[in-house]
C-alpha cells in the first residue's frame, strides 16, 4: 500500500490526507476562540487545541511516512499552526498581561519568516520544511498556551518562567531559521 501511495502523490499535490488535516486545524480555531469569547468554556477551549495540536502531529507523520509531502502542505501546514498560536495568544493576552510578549514575538518573528521564505522561494523554486527547533517552538506554545487555559490560578512566577523559557526557544528558532535562509538566498539559483 505505501508503493501504491507514494506514485500517486508528488510535489504537486494538494488533496492528500495531510492537507484536509490541516485544513482541519484551519477551520478549528474559530471554534477555539469562541470557546474562549463565547462560551468562557476553558475545559473545551484545551480539548480543541489538544485536537488541532494532534492533526498537527498525525498530518507530519502521515506526510512523511507515506511520502504526501507537497509544497502547499510544506507552505499551509506552518501557516496554520502559527494561525493557531496567534488566535489563542491573543485569547490569552486579554487574562494574562504576560502572553502579549511571546504574542508580540511571534508576530515579528513571523513577518520576519514569511519575508525571507518568500525571498528563499523567489531565488530557488523551493519551499523550505520545518526543522526540529520549529517544531519544539510549535510544542513548547502548545504546553504554555495549555497550561495558561487550563491553571487560571497559575502562580506569576511559574507563568514568568515557562512563557521565558518558551520565548527563548523562539529567538534561538528564528535565529536558526534566519541564518538558513540566508544561506539559501546566498547560493540558490532557480532551476
Known amino acids: 500500500m505505501k508503493q501504491e501511495i507514494s506514485t500517486v502523490v508528488n510535489k504537486e499535490s494538494v488533496l492528500t490526507i495531510p492537507n484536509l488535516l490541516t485544513l482541519i486545524r484551519l477551520l478549528l480555531i474559530g471554534p477555539i476562540v469562541w470557546a474562549f469569547a463565547g462560551l468562557h468554556d476553558s475545559a473545551l477551549m484545551a480539548v480543541l487545541l489538544t485536537v488541532s495540536g494532534a492533526t498537527d502531529i498525525l498530518d507530519g507523520w502521515i506526510a512523511r511516512h507515506f511520502h504526501m509531502i507537497s509544497a502547499f502542505g510544506k507552505a499551509v501546514d506552518p501557516l496554520a499552526d502559527k494561525l493557531t498560536q496567534f488566535a489563542v495568544l491573543v485569547c490569552l493576552a486579554t487574562r494574562y498581561r ?8 511571534l508576530v515579528i518573528k513571523e513577518a520576519a519568516s514569511g519575508l525571507m521564505g ?8 523551493e519551499v523550505l520544511g520545518a526543522q526540529w527547533h520549529g517544531k519544539l517552538v510549535t510544542c513548547m506554545l502548545y504546553a504554555l498556551m495549555i497550561a495558561h487555559i487550563l491553571w ?40
Do not use: D, H
Open 118 to 125: 518568500w525571498m528563499v522561494f523567489r531565488r530557488t523554486g
Open 152 to 191: 487560571q490560578e497559575m502562580p506569576a512566577y511559574l507563568s514568568n518562567t515557562l512563557t521565558s523559557l518558551c520565548m527563548a526557544m523562539m529567538a534561538l528558532s528564528f535565529t536558526l531559521y534566519a541564518m538558513r535562509n540566508i544561506r539559501a538566498i546566498q547560493g540558490g539559483k532557480r532551476s
Open 98 to 105: 504576560v502572553m502579549r510578549l511571546p504574542l508580540a514575538m
